[in-house]
């Protein structure tokens, strides 16, 4: 769910809408730019003051501007540029990142060009929960790009949500616990659900794929051809520009408390906890209380800023600030993903 703009008026489906602000100008006066809603809640709108403004350029000129604004709100809407292809992508993401990432298996998605991709597979009419792009492993990327070729015909908006603010708005004693204890995440590959652990490791052969478990710091172990591992990760950490608390984890991901109760219960009914796809305790192996989801789901709940997909659209996050969801959606939709500049979460 969506609240309404403090200051603003709901429009439809409680959709945020743009409130009238002061538009300021960056030196050039290539682009303006404004709050999207709440002055200090992100995203920051970037738009061309005329026609043919070439993005890419710009940004690139623009980096050492657009990376402060990152650091500052999280989040930047570029919008009416018209980029709506891989062409388009592609040059203006290297020009936001010093090394674009290419995709290591662990979400099916399709790669479309070089580093472009599409976004991860999830179905269309379920909404796909606020994270933090593959804090589960231990290094992810500093910088994603949604771009948007072609708006679903309803729904389909990418909520974001400011990582710094979840930090501060969680209960104190559940932000202490998760913080000294970390997230564990426990997995289990080849149980006829999810992807296949040659798919994520990249390997048919048993040994590389316990070397490749060690070098992400993953404990590993085999049950005949089914893989089990474990990792502990941070459920916060400072950002690494600005030195300020992000809650980055993906507990919502992996809790099954956080499903819908008919998969958690046909999961429950055929697995024992022990057993799950996947499954998430704090990082001394306690278990997380479903109370301590759904106070952490409550608090995205109440952070999420959602607005709609314009055609051309390229929202820029620091994937450490901002978290980012996937609302459900009916008709075609398609997207462009970039990412890059890899960071260490463990």
Known sequence: MTNPPRGGMPGPAGLRQVVPAQVSFTSDSLVSHAPLATPGEPPLVVRPTA???????????????LDE???????????????TTTHDLEPLAAALVDELYRDNGEHPRASLSGSISSPVF???EEKLLWHTENSFNDTGPARIMFCCARPAASGGETPIVDSRQVF???????????LAKGVMYVRH????????????????DRREAEARCTEQGLRSAWDGDRL????????????????????????????PACLDPATRAALEATHTPDTLPRQCHFG???????????????????????????RGDVLVLDNILVAHARNPFSGPRELLVAMGDMVRFA
Do not use: K
């Not at 708005?169 to 202490?176: G, H, M, N, T």
């Open 51 to 65: 026609a043919g403004v070439d993005v890419a350029a710009w940004a690139a000129n623009a980096r050492t501007w």
């Open 69 to 83: 604004t990152l650091d500052n709100h999280g989040a930047v809407l570029l919008r009416g540029f018209s980029v």
């Open 122 to 124: 999830f179905p269309p």
């Open 168 to 178: 501060r708005r969680l209960d104190a004693d559940l932000r202490s616990e998760f």
């Open 189 to 204: 590959y080849g149980t006829g659900l999810g992807l296949d652990w040659r798919e994520v490791l990249r390997t048919d």
């Open 228 to 255: 089990r591992t474990e990792a502990v990760r941070p459920a916060a950490v400072r950002h690494p520009r600005t030195g300020v608390w992000s809650w980055i984890n993906q507990a919502q991901h992996w809790h």
């Open 284 to 310: 001394d192996g306690s278990p997380i209380p479903d109370e301590a989801m759904a106070e952490i789901c409550r608090v995205y709940a109440e952070l999420e800023v959602c607005f709609p997909w314009e």
